[in-house]
T-cell receptor, first 110, second 115 residues
Framework: AQRVTQPEKLLSVFKGAPVELKCNYS??????LFWYVQYSRQRLQLLLRHISRESIKGFTADLNKGETSVHLKKPFAQEEDSAMYYCALRGAGGYQKVTFGIGTKLQVIP | GAVVSQHPSWVICKSGTSVKIECRSL??????MFWYRQFPKQSLMLMATSNEGSKATYEQGVEKDKFLINHASLTLSTLTVTSAHPEDSSFYICSASEGLDNEQFFGPGTRLTVL
């Protein structure tokens, strides 16, 4: 069974401070991992895929296979980063459903 | 990015009635659409996956006779909650993609309240 755990429901940081949104997953194999973001009163949207190894809006996904984690990091938080962040997993091989974590609300304090 | 709309954005109905929610892809052909349900302070839970022209595939524990899904065209899928009860009150979200493994684009969601 695949499972995604986001241990923090709320993370508050000051503007300019580093951000680390934690995500641990459970999957027997090499899944595809995603981070989605939902800004206030907007729909859920894809932020980034770990496999792309790219930085989107200053965020990067730090995959640690040994710890089965894919934490979302940004060196300097900005007020506009305040949003709900969902970690998600899709299994490998053919069609696999996407499983979402419960989400972490990031609050950037000015 | 691609746009997915949902209608209505919120609906209140009496217990025992049926409610239909529409999901439309506005600027792309959605061969696959997904329906999720999200209870307060919980994660999105996949209910079913539908491919255009085929029967939907339901997740374990989701009653297909209660949650009727139709995906008759490449731009429209509907979810009908039949004989709704208060426990069906939830936030229903659809997403659409151009293929099973392609990026999913999410609709804004529909808040269903059953009295």
């Amino acid at each position: 069974a695949q499972r995604v755990t986001q241990p923090e429901k709320l993370l508050s940081v000051f503007k300019g401070a580093p951000v680390e949104l934690k995500c641990n997953y459970s999957y027997s194999g090499s899944p595809e991992l995603f981070w989605y973001v939902q800004y206030s009163r907007q729909r859920l949207q894809l932020l980034l895929r770990h496999i792309s190894r790219e930085s989107i809006k200053g965020f990067t996904a730090d995959l640690n296979k040994g710890e089965t984690s894919v934490h979302l990091k940004k060196p300097f938080a900005q007020e506009e980063d305040s949003a709900m962040y969902y970690c998600a997993l899709r299994g490998a091989g053919g069609y696999q459903k996407v499983t979402f974590g419960i989400g972490t609300k990031l609050q950037v304090i000015p | 990015g691609a746009v997915v709309s949902q209608h209505p954005s919120w609906v209140i109905c009496k217990s025992g009635t049926s409610v239909k929610i529409e999901c439309r892809s506005l600027d792309f052909q959605a061969t696959t659409m997904f329906w999720y349900r999200q209870f307060p302070k919980q994660s999105l839970m996949l209910m079913a996956t539908s491919n255009e022209g085929s029967k939907a595939t339901y997740e374990q524990g989701v009653e297909k006779d209660k949650f009727l899904i139709n995906h008759a065209s490449l731009t429209l899928s509907t979810l009908t909650v039949t004989s709704a009860h208060p426990e069906d009150s939830s936030f229903y979200i659809c997403s659409a993609s151009e293929g099973l493994d392609n990026e999913q684009f999410f609709g804004p969601g529909t808040r269903l309240t059953v009295l």
